[in-house]
């Protein structure tokens, strides 16, 4: 039954993978989970640190039950979460708009590109959470100034993003919609804007990071009812279980923006699987 | 030997389809003169190479004939009136497919017509499209992504996007160059099968000797720095071509008398 093609078919090719390439990922992901919490219990007992300092994992493990019961039950945690929630919200989708409008002009038109860009990138090079007292002075203490601080802090990428994607458009795309005659509005919006979807979806999953850390650098000048507001409190008590676990909850917010987004460029960029 | 066109009319007898006169192309802040003096006329139903080294200008010309844009001096004249800019009369095709991704094969096909009509242009040209992707063999690949089609397969898409329009001259920019050999060969024949039922005036540019020599009735060789048309060669050879004409002695005569006007024009 051996013809000549089954013997070469037979043939056993040796792949030399290295053991760290041939772990499993749930298995790399536990082993390193594992090891965090046991490190960080090891240096609980150690008494290097003082407890109060920093909680034990079961401390830390019991008070994230504790505000998750209370995040599903209704309570202040759930207000809290809520607050942010829409801050975060609101401002993502004032980053959105003007990031879309700003990065139109500047990918688009020469104008922008040689006069605004400039100034965009210079206050993009600027600590942008330095701002925040100021947009506490002009809006006060209420959510105008988290919503405020979330949203300039989420826009540049944004803007860099549009802007970077209508430069991508080849030159052959373009030559061909001039050689059918296309309006600039029309080269714009049938060829310039798909290409640059990719990208802009690619600025707004940094955005959806920015406007956590906007909205939180926001309720920790004071004021507002979010969960930087409980942070803040709960840090002032020395409380660090209950900063830890409130961080965590925190960043399920952002990390469902960020999944969110994906799902969204899935759908409407369908063409780039 | 009988001269025969693409359409099978003797060129002399039928009209003037393009004419340019004194074109003359430099680009700001370049020194040297992309094109000087360049005249030439197609006449209907005729194929026109031009052929030449590696930036001698032939793209500039493309692009001076195609109206994309300004030519230093000269005049560019199709069907009677001047080139001003880019007309719905000119059929373009370039060395990449770009078809875009998002669209379907059949709405890439009547993108121009989009573009320049409308929507609903576009739906009334839907039957023409169709049939324009039956006659390059693309039947069922209408609601395809371009993502799904071969080089070639996107390369006779594109051809129907240049047909779309009824163009009376098609200007083409190394069309096939990117596609291999075997693929590039059916596509020549292809394109002389259409080019004869559209009794089309065509200009191809080429880097290929045999694709100028099997496809033209009329060569034009190119030389540099200024580019401009060193030599006229017309090609009597009947119609149709065959891919074994290749072989004969005839063509090979043509071939040596364009690579030697090539050689002396790129190292002198
Ligand atoms: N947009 C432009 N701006 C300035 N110079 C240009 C531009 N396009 C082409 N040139 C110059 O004009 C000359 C002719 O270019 P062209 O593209 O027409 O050559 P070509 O014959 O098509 O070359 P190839 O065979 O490589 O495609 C070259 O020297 C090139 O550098
Ligand atoms: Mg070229």
Redesign the interface.
Known sequence: MSTPDTARSDTVWVEHVALIDRIPRSLGMAALLVGFVLAWQLLCMSGAVPAILLPTPAETGADLLFVGQNLLSGGYVLKAAATTASEMLLGFAIATSLGIALGILVGETRFGERAVMPYLVAIDTMPKIAFAPLFVAWLGFGIASKVALAAFMATFPVVVATAAGLAAVDANAQMLFRSMGASRLKTLTRLKLPIALPYFFAGLKIAAVSVTAGAIAGEFMGGGEGMGQLIRVAAGQLATARVFSLIFYLSLFGLTLFVLVGWIERKVVFWRR | MVTNTAAGTPPAASPIVYELAGITKSYAGQRLTALERVDFVLRKGTFASVIGSSGCGKSTLL?IM?G?IPPSGGRATLDGTPVT????D?G?M???A?L???LTTLQNVL??IE??DGKAAAREARPRAMTLLQTVGLKGFEAS?P?QLSGGMAQRAAICRMLVSEPVVFLLDEPFSALDEITRDFMNMELQRLCAAWEATAFLVTHSINEAVLLSDVVYVMAARPGRIAEIVPIDLPRPRTLDMVNSPEFGAYVRRIRERLDTGAFK
């Not at chain 2, 800019?85 to 719905?88: F, T």
């Open positions: 692009k195609a994309l800019g880019p007309r719905a000119i373009m370039f060395q990449q770009t875009l991704p998002w993108l121009p573009v320049r992504y993502d």
